[in-house]
Nanobody, 121 residues
Framework: QVQLVESGGGSVQSGGSLRLSCAASGYFYSDYCMGWFRQAPGKEREGVALIESDGSTSYADSVKGRFTISQDNAKNTVYLQMNSLKPEDTAMYYC???????????????WGQGTQVTVSS
């Protein structure tokens, strides 16, 4: 069983930065895909960024060049550095874990409780 706990959300002004953290505990296989997702009120959940166990990453077009996903294997933690934040980035942000490869359609079996990000104009 894997437990995921997000932190680092908050309220910032447009153009500001935040770093989200996702601490994982429990048994982990060596190969995995970790992802950050977000859901705004009245909208569907969308993928933001993915990171494979080998460090390869991918991003949604809406955040490319502004957000960076990274991982610290020693701390079992995945990060999402968010720069140049915009009001449209306002959402609940969730991290998730999958034992599938990131390429294709990984099935995310484990989810955190979410952390709120609010960006004001």
């Amino acid at each position: 069983q894997v437990q995921l706990v997000e932190s680092g959300g908050g309220s910032v002004q447009s153009g500001g930065s935040l770093r989200l953290s996702c601490a994982a505990s429990g048994y982990f296989y060596s190969d995995y895909c970790m992802g950050w997702f977000r859901q705004a009120p009245g909208k569907e959940r969308e993928g933001v960024a993915l990171i494979e166990s080998d460090g390869s990453t991918s991003y949604a077009d809406s955040v490319k060049g502004r957000f960076t996903i990274s991982q610290d294997n020693a701390k079992n933690t995945v990060y999402l550095q968010m720069n140049s934040l915009k009001p449209e980035d306002t959402a609940m942000y969730y991290c998730a874990a999958s034992y599938d490869y990131c390429a294709g359609s990984p099935r995310f079996s484990y989810w955190g409780q979410g952390t709120q990000v609010t960006v004001s104009s």
